[in-house]
C-alpha cells in the first residue's frame, strides 16, 4: 500500500476535489437515469442520452480518472507531477464546461451552452493532457503501465478534439461532415481508446498490490496493449474517413480481442494472489469483468442483429456493471489509505490510530455491491425485453447503491478513530 504513496505525489487536497466531486456527479447522473427509458426504443442518440452520458462518463468515470492519474503518475513513473497548478486550474474549468454541457443537453433552448460549455471542457482536458505529456517528458525508463497511460491520453486528446468540433457543427451548423459517424468516433476514442486504455493499464498496478499477487506473467497485457491501440486507431480512422465498413468492423474485433486478453490477464493475476479474502473489493472485481463480458456479447449480438436494444444494454453493463463496480471497489481501498496517510500517519507512535477496514462501514459497502449487482442485472432485463416498470426499479436500485457509495466516501472522511 505504501506504494500508493510518495513524496512526490501531489496534495491530497488535490485528489480529494476529484473524487468528491466525482460522486456529486455520480448522484446527479442517476437522477438523469430516470429520464433515458423513453429513447431506449428509439434512436441510439438523443440530448437526453447526451446528458446522462457526459453527467456520468465526463463527471464521474473521467472525474475519478484525473485524480487517480494525479496520484499515480508519480508513483508509476517514479518523478514528480509537472505542474500541481495546472491541475487545479483543470479541475474548476472542468467542472465549470461541464455544467453548461449538460444544462445545453438538458434544455434545448440553451444549447449554445453545448458548444461554449464543450470549449471551456475541452480546454480543461487540453491541460491535463499538456501535464501529462509534460510528466513523460521527463521519463527515463518506460514500462508497459506508463506506456498504456500514455497512450490513454493520447487517445483523449483525440477524442475531445472531435467532441469540440461536433460541439460547434451542432451550434453553428459549421462544417460539412457526416455527425453520425464522428460521434461514434467520439465516443470510440473516449470509451475504448482513453477510458478501457486507463483501466487496463492501472490494473497492472492496483490488482497485484492489493491481491498480494507476485511472479506472473504478463505478456497477455503487452499483446493486448498492441492490439488495442491498433483496433482504436482503425476504428476512429475508418469512421471520420468514411472508409469500407470491414475495417471498422476488422478494428472493432481488435479491440475486443484485446478486452479479451485484458480478462485473462486479470484472471491469471488472480490465480496466484496471496491475499484470499473476498471482501467488498474482490466481490465488486469479480461483477465487473462479468459484467464486460457481458457487454462485449451484447456487442456483438448488436452488430450481428443490428437492434438497438443489444447496444444500450451493452452500455448499461459496461458503465454500471464493469465500470462504476471497477471503480467503487477501488475508491474504498484507495481513498481511505489516502485519508490514513494524511490525517493518522504522523500519530503512529504517539497515539493509537485505525486500520484502514475500520475507515469502510462494512456492512454499508457490502449491501451496496449486492444492490448494485441484482440492480444492473434488472436494468439489463429490463432493456432488452423491454419492461419499463422494472427498468424504473433498477434505476432506483442504481441510485440507491449510489447514496451508499457516497455515505462510504464522507463516512472515510469524517473518520476520527475510535477512543
Given amino acids: 500500500m505504501r506504494s500508493l504513496a510518495t513524496e512526490m505525489a501531489p496534495p491530497f487536497a488535490l485528489v480529494a476535489h476529484f473524487f468528491i466531486a466525482a460522486v456529486v456527479f455520480l448522484l446527479l447522473s442517476t437522477v438523469a437515469l430516470f429520464e433515458v427509458y423513453p429513447d431506449l426504443s428509439g434512436y441510439g442518440i438523443s440530448f ?6 457526459h453527467l456520468y462518463l465526463l463527471g464521474f468515470v473521467m472525474m475519478v480518472i484525473f485524480g487517480a492519474m494525479y496520484q499515480l503518475l508519480p508513483v508509476v513513473l517514479e518523478i514528480p507531477l509537472f505542474s500541481k497548478d495546472f491541475a487545479y486550474v483543470q479541475f474548476y474549468a472542468y467542472v465549470i464546461g461541464l455544467g453548461m454541457m449538460v444544462l445545453g443537453f438538458r434544455y434545448l433552448e440553451w444549447h449554445l451552452l453545448i458548444a461554449y460549455g464543450g470549449f471551456l471542457t475541452y480546454m480543461s482536458i487540453a491541460i491535463f493532457c499538456a501535464n501529462v505529456f509534460l510528466t513523460f517528458y521527463r521519463l527515463e525508463k518506460n514500462s508497459i503501465v506508463s506506456s498504456y497511460l500514455l497512450m490513454g491520453t493520447i487517445f483523449l486528446a483525440v477524442a475531445v478534439t472531435l467532441g469540440i468540433l461536433l460541439g460547434f457543427v451542432l451550434a453553428h451548423g459549421m462544417l460539412s461532415i457526416d455527425i453520425d459517424a464522428w460521434v461514434k468516433a467520439h465516443v470510440i476514442g473516449t470509451l475504448f481508446g482513453f477510458v478501457m486504455m486507463i483501466v487496463m493499464g492501472v490494473s497492472m498496478v492496483l490488482i497485484p498490490m492489493f491481491s498480494l499477487a507476485h511472479g506472473f ?18 476504428a476512429i480512422l475508418a469512421l471520420v474517413a468514411a472508409l469500407p465498413t470491414a475495417v471498422f468492423y476488422a478494428a472493432l474485433g481488435s479491440v475486443l480481442i484485446s478486452m479479451g486478453l485484458y480478462l485473462f490477464q486479470m484472471g491469471i493475476i488472480f490465480s496466484v494472489r496471496v491475499r484470499k479474502q473476498n471482501d467488498y473489493w474482490v466481490k465488486n472485481l469479480f461483477f465487473s469483468f462479468l459484467s464486460l463480458i457481458g457487454a462485449m456479447v451484447m456487442l456483438l449480438l448488436f452488430f450481428i442483429e ?8 451493452a452500455a448499461e453493463l459496461f458503465f454500471f456493471g464493469f465500470l462504476l463496480a471497477f471503480i467503487v471497489g477501488h475508491l474504498y481501498k484507495i481513498l481511505p489509505f489516502l485519508i490514513w496517510y494524511k490525517t493518522f500517519s504522523p500519530l503512529v507512535g504517539k497515539q493509537k490510530v485505525p486500520l484502514l477496514h475500520q475507515m469502510v462501514h462494512t456492512k454499508s459497502a457490502d449491501i451496496q455491491a449486492f444492490l448494485l449487482f441484482i440492480s444492473v442485472v434488472c436494468l439489463s432485463i429490463a432493456t432488452l425485453l423491454p419492461l419499463q416498470v422494472l427498468f424504473y426499479g433498477a434505476s432506483l436500485g442504481v441510485m440507491s447503491s449510489v447514496v451508499l457509495v457516497a455515505f462510504n466516501v464522507v463516512y472515510a472522511f469524517t473518520y476520527k478513530g475510535e477512543n
Fill in 217 to 234: 506473467k504478463d505478456r497477455y497485457i503487452h499483446a493486448a496493449l498492441f492490439l488495442h491501440g491498433i483496433g482504436v486507431s482503425v
Fill in 306 to 313: 443490428a437492434q438497438e436494444r443489444y447496444l444500450f444494454a
Fill in 48 to 53: 437526453s442520452l447526451a446528458s446522462f452520458a
